[in-house]
């Protein structure tokens, strides 16, 4: 039976002949996420903020009857709720802060959420309750600088790892690419207004993981061909070491891309958001393994000599007078 090959061999593709442009395309995004995390904000759950969230599906309409449950809920007295609609039309989550007292008496919070569940399914028979969920203020905020805090030092500890292992030109190249996949996923997330959790922050986590891996990969084969082709120019040296990769990177993200797009498709609500971040990770993975990663490496000099033993002044006398006879 003949072999099935994604990718031709001697496959040989000038990745690096578009390195300013892509870098340039980067930078754009990596400014455009950011000004949309901070003009725009992240939808922040109620495992970051506090609070109770209750979510509805209307089974028996298209579109779920917000401006009705908007008034029917304040009504009860508890505040202006926040109803916003996630998945498909006839779904909402509706978000409450917690009574005064709850933090004591938690019963007060759950008495609260057992109202609003009550009347929504008084007025409205084919409300569904898919989710209840309470998280203090407290616990949240903590929930938020923990979770920010695992990425922050995530990144830091594997651009240490990978400058032990190759050099510290390649740690400063990863960092920056691990930066550019955190920073696209959060702009994505301001800008879809999903729904950002602790699910999403794992999911972070699972992103850095894989990209790492990706760059991990291409780097070990730049190491071997520095070795191998010592007057080759860096920029064809990075373009026969990423073809030569590009075989491995195609095969292991479409076998990741068929589960997660089938998840996407068929899967539970309550990890769309996960799968999203994961499955927009496999792309900007990729493609900053190829034009973050690597390009950079020519920019902080890296060359055929980066490999070699730096040889001292005594070895350097032993060795001529070795030759001198």
């Known amino acids: 039976m003949k072999l099935l090959k994604l990718v031709p061999d001697n496959t040989n593709i000038h990745f690096l002949k578009w390195r300013v442009p892509f870098y340039t395309v980067s930078l ?11 003009t725009k904000g992240l939808n922040l759950g109620v495992d970051f903020v506090g609070g109770q969230m209750i979510r509805f599906t209307f089974e028996h309409s298209a ?3 917000i401006a009705p449950l908007r008034d029917e809920i304040s009504a009860l007295g508890y505040g202006e709720p926040t109803i916003q609609e996630f998945g498909k039309p006839n779904q909402v989550s509706v978000r ?14 759950e008495q609260m959420s057992a109202k609003i569940v009550a009347t929504v399914r008084a007025k409205h028979p084919d409300a569904r309750l898919d989710g209840n969920d309470t998280v203090s ?5 903590e929930l938020f600088s923990s979770g920010m805090l695992a990425l922050g030092l995530a990144m830091g500890a594997i651009s240490i790892y990978i400058w032990i292992r190759f050099e510290w030109q390649f740690g400063i190249g990863a960092l920056l690419s691990l930066i550019h996949d955190v920073t696209l996923t959060l702009g994505f997330f301001a800008l879809t207004q999903l729904e950002f959790d602790l699910n999403i922050v794992a999911a972070l986590l699972t992103l850095i993981g894989y990209s ?3 760059t991990i990969v291409v780097y070990d084969r730049i190491r071997e061909n520095l070795k191998k082709y010592r007057r080759m120019p860096m920029p064809e040296l990075l373009d026969l070491s990423v073809n030569e990769t590009l075989a491995r990177t195609i095969v292991t993200s479409l076998s990741m891309l068929i589960t997660l797009i089938a998840l996407l498709l068929f899967g539970p609500e309550v990890i769309f958001g996960f799968t999203a971040a994961i499955t927009l990770g496999i792309f900007v993975g990729t493609y900053s393994s190829i034009y973050m990663a690597a390009p950079i490496l020519i920019w902080l ?8 033993p730096q040889e001292s002044d ?4 032993e060795r001529l007078a070795r030759e001198r006879g």
Not at 96 to 109: N, Q, T, V
Not at 301 to 308: D, G, L, P, R, Y
Not at 314 to 317: K, L, N, T
Request: no cysteine.
């Open 212 to 214: 790492l891996n990706d």
């Open 63 to 65: 579109t779920a009857p």
């Open 96 to 109: 409450m802060r917690l009574p005064e007292g709850s933090e004591k008496d938690p019963s007060i919070a």
């Open 314 to 317: 005594i070895d350097r006398q």
């Open 28 to 38: 754009l995004l990596m400014a455009a996420s950011l000004a949309l995390v901070f």
């Open 137 to 141: 203020g407290k616990v949240s905020g």
């Open 301 to 308: 000099k890296v060359n055929a000599t980066s490999f070699v």
